[in-house]
């Protein structure tokens, strides 16, 4: 009788237990549920003009559709919040540095590096200086995404799990919004510049000039078929470090290095190249990926100012009012980082004979001091000092202090008017919008329904009164500075070229008149440049959208294959003999070479690593000492494989490091060091394909934070062809952020895809809805689809 007393309790508290812990599931479950976006019903908004309804496609794609612009910037606001509200605040906060009051201590070192630029008191003063109308469209867009937010159950799931509280919108967000991009687009700046001062101070003139060639031969400048090249005289001898050995963690292989700062191709083909007669834009952003994804797709049908309405399809960027990247039915644009030269370095000095003063150029002066709380999870708030110059905020890194004279630092520079793109009708009218955009400096590429296209820079150019290469590096005296900015009559521009195509790739855009305006603040290599315009050129004169769309999935080995070849020339029969790891590496280098950045291809993967040890052995004791700055050669300049080339070629003996007997034993070290790299794991060399490495691993911010959610917040961990010097840029998480292909006018034929979907939310359809086609690069349509949902606005 006890024993079963025993049991019928031991019974009840394993029943109550399943129902807690059922209940439990469900709250979650239905607290997740609750901050779903809203997809149908009706809603009214105070402030409204008129009725705004906004129509979602089976990929949740919005068509946001009124009689008022503020009314569709007001919808607009909405659906961000609320597909993407957490995304919006880390923009926000990534550019005020205040993400430790969400993630604790270990972001305040991101943000001390950010709000060294007070980037908040900016967007306040920047905003005050705004037009009526644009202040307007902000906070109508600021009211859309209050309410957005306030309309869900619960509050986004993200902030229940680092236990905050969502902040809400103002208008001067947006402007931070923008300020982010200029901190992920030309954030390296710094840095850069410091890499290359520790490479002036420990070489002479003669080696500078051999390490850091100006242009490659793979150049293909906008305004020449192809770069003038004049090479440096080869020194006699190298820099001191040349060769050093250098500490190697066995886990950071060469083989893995990956440029991640080489952002976005774009190019267009004019109309008489077009089969339907009006140009062809084309634009591929390349980004850091996450999701959700940087990019949120979107329609808006909006007053066109003479009774009529436009439509304008392409990507929005959540925390802003307006499309992007897209097009307006008459004129189409894309963008890629410009890397031209937009700030300094300004080394100052201090004296005990000035207390509190110090020195700029020649001159002492007394900083404006500025007290920064940041907002720690869980520990005190932390005070920063900020101190201001003529020249920008000081910093200290390696014993010394420098002011950063940056543009992004004027205020009166940053503004919305990219949304005027909206109204533009020809090819001449979008570049002069272009010209007075408040964004970080880019190539901008357009083209318009009539068969015209443009090129010019986008956004705020510094003023050099002697511009030059001295500019790149920590500033010796004030004339090599900026001071003041041009004015958009100023800027360069090319239009309607005879080739019938113009296309940037973030290498040199210019050799000629015009160059010295941009400077050279980090250009690519030029490999991806050239392959791009050759594949462009190759579609003839009667070219259509799937044709120029094609060139972004371009994923040919060009630049590498003669990195094959090389590896190729010291596996002769002694070197495969005395090895048999190198005897595998020469069959499949002849074998299993397919002539593309292809997933199964260990070839590939083989002469990469190669290049990339040959890197590690040259420049390793530079790049360990640079270390103590946050740089490295690569950083300083990316045309690096071209100068370890042409050494190959010439084999000058003095050049050869001293532990090497000659320069195919140099050649042979850095193969058995990356065929060590590759079968570390005990796996046969022919498992180790560029798919084994180079598989996606993008997810949602919030599993670093809890990394037991990685599962249901990250990608299938799919093997993504292509790579850095080609078309088809493909990292684990950076790459094309997405795909754009359109003629402006014919929209319905446009093609488009991203990486991930509209939502923010893992339980939502629309979560990694198209990430799939953007994996196989599927040609899926830029239009949004029949509708499935209609959520209406009323006043």
Do not use: C
């Not at 659906?79 to 009051?101: C, I, K, S, T």
């Not at 850091?288 to 909006?302: E, F």
């Not at 994923?555 to 590896?567: G, K």
């Not at 003095?654 to 140099?666: E, I, T, V």
């Amino acid at each position: 009788m006890h024993a079963g007393r025993k049991g019928r309790w031991a019974r009840r508290i394993g029943w109550g237990l399943l129902v807690l812990v059922a209940v439990v599931v469900l709250a979650i479950w239905f607290f997740l549920r609750g901050s779903l976006a809203q997809l149908d019903g009706k809603r009214t908004a105070p402030g409204l003009h008129g009725n705004v309804t906004v129509q979602r496609d089976a990929l949740g794609i919005p068509a946001i559709a009124g009689g008022d612009r503020l009314d569709v910037a007001y919808a607009t606001g909405f659906v961000h919040a609320q597909d993407r509200y957490f995304q919006m605040d880390l923009l926000r906060r990534v550019a005020a540095g205040e993400l430790a009051e969400l993630f604790g201590a270990k972001a305040l070192p991101l943000d001390r590096e950010h709000r060294l630029h007070r980037f908040r008191a900016r967007a306040a003063a920047a905003y005050a200086q705004l037009p009526a109308d644009d202040r307007a469209l902000l906070e109508r867009y600021a009211a859309g995404v209050n309410d957005g937010l306030n309309a869900l159950g619960t509050r986004p799931f993200e902030y229940a799990l680092v236990g905050a509280a969502p902040r809400s919108w103002s208008a001067h967000d947006s402007l931070l919004a923008i300020w982010a991009m200029y901190l992920d687009l030309q954030g390296n700046g710094a840095p850069r510049e410091l890499s290359r001062g520790w490479l002036r101070e420990h070489t002479t003139g003669e080696q500078l000039a051999f390490l850091l060639p100006p242009l490659s031969r793979w150049d293909a400048p906008l305004d020449a078929h192809d770069a003038p090249l004049e090479p440096a005289p080869l020194p006699a001898t190298p820099p001191s470090w040349w060769g050093q050995p250098s500490p190697r963690d066995a886990a950071l292989l060469a083989v893995t290095e990956f440029s991640s700062d080489i952002g976005s191709n774009n190019w267009a083909v004019a109309g008489g190249r077009s089969a339907g007669g009006g140009a062809i834009v084309s634009d591929d952003m390349h980004l850091g990926i996450k999701l959700p994804n940087t990019w949120y797709r979107a329609q808006l049908q909006v007053p066109d100012g003479n009774g009529s309405t436009r439509r304008i399809v392409g990507v929005t960027l959540p925390g802003t009012p307006f499309v992007i990247v897209g097009s307006n039915g008459h004129v189409a644009w894309g963008f890629t980082n410009s890397y031209g030269d937009f700030q300094d370095l300004v080394p100052v000095a201090t004296d005990a004979g000035h207390p509190g003063q110090v020195r700029v150029f020649d001159k002492w002066e007394t900083p404006a001091v500025h007290r920064e709380t940041i907002l720690v999870k869980g520990a005190p708030a932390e005070t920063l000092t900020v101190r201001d110059t003529s020249q920008g905020p000081l910093f200290d890194v390696a014993g010394r202090t420098y002011a950063l004279h940056w543009i992004a630092h004027e205020p009166t520079l940053i503004n919305t008017n990219l949304r005027r793109l909206e109204g533009t009708n020809t090819v001449d009218e979008a570049l002069a919008v272009a010209n007075g955009a408040g964004i970080p400096a880019q190539n901008f590429v357009a083209g318009d329904a009539a068969g015209n296209i443009g090129w010019t820079i986008a956004g705020p150019l510094p003023r050099r009164a002697h511009p030059g290469a001295a500019a790149t590096y920590p500033l010796a005296d004030a004339a090599a500075g900026w001071q003041g900015w041009l004015q958009p009559g100023e800027y360069p521009r090319i239009v309607n070229p005879a080739a019938g195509q113009l296309l940037t790739a973030n290498s040199r855009q210019l050799v000629g008149k015009g160059a010295e305006l941009l400077g050279d603040g980090g250009y690519d290599l030029g490999a991806r440049t050239r392959q791009a315009r050759d594949a462009l050129t190759a579609l003839g004169p009667r070219t259509d959208e799937k044709g120029v769309y094609g060139v972004m999935l371009d994923d040919r080995a060009l630049f590498q294959a003669r990195w094959r070849e090389r590896a190729l020339a010291v596996l002769d029969g002694a070197a495969v003999q005395a090895d048999p790891k190198r005897a595998e590496a020469a069959r499949l280098l002849r074998t299993n070479w397919t002539g593309h950045a292809s997933v199964d291809s260990t070839a590939y993967r083989i002469s990469r690593g190669f290049m990339w040890a040959l890197h590690d052995l040259l420049y390793g004791g530079a790049n360990a000492q640079m270390k103590e700055f946050g740089g490295s050669v690569v950083l300083a300049d990316k045309r690096w494989p071209e100068v370890v080339a042409r050494l190959l070629d010439e084999q000058p003996a003095a050049w050869l490091p001293r532990q090497y007997a000659s320069w195919r034993d140099l050649q042979l070290a850095a193969l058995d060091r990356t065929l060590a790299d590759l079968t570390l794991d005990g796996k046969p060399l022919a498992a180790a394909t560029w798919g084994a490495f180079n598989t996606a691993a993008i997810a949602h911010p919030i599993a670093s934070a809890v990394p037991a959610l990685r599962k249901w917040l990250s990608v299938p961990a799919d093997p993504l062809p292509g790579d850095s010097n080609m078309p088809r840029v493909a990292g684990k998480t950076f790459g094309q952020s997405e795909r754009l292909t359109v003629s402006p006018g014919k929209e319905e034929q446009g093609i488009f895809n991203m990486p991930g979907g509209q939502s923010g939310h893992p339980l939502s359809p629309y979560f990694l809805a198209g990430h799939a086609d953007w994996v196989n690069g599927r040609m899926t349509p830029l239009l949004a689809g029949p509708t499935q949902h209609t959520l209406a606005f009323a006043p």
